[in-house]
């Protein structure tokens, strides 16, 4: 039996990994789930409280990294310099538990009802970051915008880390970061500009 609630849960998260990766998410239950992982029913649900939650434990925290790291990011930043601080601090998580991080972004990629919770997750996720960059004074519309636009460009750098493993996250991090710059200092074509308000360009000399 396993020593401590650590090991439980890491036990019992394995377990669960590979029986969805074996079976699929909807052919497999908790009993079995506890089963694989030398446990009992009950103690899964000590643990955690439906099958779907097991893959998201890492997210509390996930969270509390990002929220300390935005509070201790250094002064002078813009918004989004602030959250590539943070994300650089706290993808280090993610790069731990690897063996781990990569199937577990496959499972969730090929099961509705994961993809559900992963956005739902996300949307606390965000919250919580704006919530903090509210705390440096970050006026309330850029913070939302901020959070939304930096979690979306750190979801990419996981799944290219995770497609591209030769790189580090941080690497793919800053890419990201870089090609989010990069496309909102990309000038429109020119006649996408010239053109006027009922769509038709202005007549030419």
């Known amino acids: ?3 401590s609630g650590a090991e439980a849960r890491r036990r019992l998260q394995q377990a669960a990994l590979e029986l969805y990766r074996e079976r699929g998410f909807d052919q497999t239950t908790t009993a ?3 089963a694989r992982a030398g446990l009992n029913e009950r103690t899964f649900f000590r643990h955690f409280p439906d099958k ?4 998201f434990d890492g997210e509390a925290d996930l969270r509390a990294a990002l929220t300390q790291a935005v509070a201790e990011a250094p002064d002078g930043l813009r918004p989004l310099e602030m959250l590539l601080h943070a994300f650089r601090r706290s993808g280090r998580i993610l790069e731990e538990n690897r063996p781990f991080s990569e199937p577990r972004l496959e499972v969730i990629a090929v099961t509705p009802a994961l993809r559900e919770r992963e956005l739902a997750k996300a949307a606390s996720m965000t919250d919580a970051v704006a919530k903090a960059l509210r705390r440096r004074d970050v006026p309330d519309r850029l913070a939302d915008l901020a959070a939304q ?4 460009a750190f979801h990419h750098a996981a799944q290219a880390w995770i497609d591209d493993p030769s790189r580090s996250l941080d690497a793919h991090l800053l890419q990201a970061f870089d090609d989010l710059h990069a496309l909102s200092a990309t000038a429109p074509p020119a006649p996408a500009r010239a053109r006027t308000e009922n769509g038709t360009e202005p007549a030419r000399g």
Request: proline share 7%; net charge neutral.
């Open 1 to 3: 039996m396993p020593r």
């Open 32 to 34: 079995e789930i506890a």
């Open 149 to 152: 636009t930096g979690w979306a």
């Open 52 to 55: 779907r939650e097991v893959l």
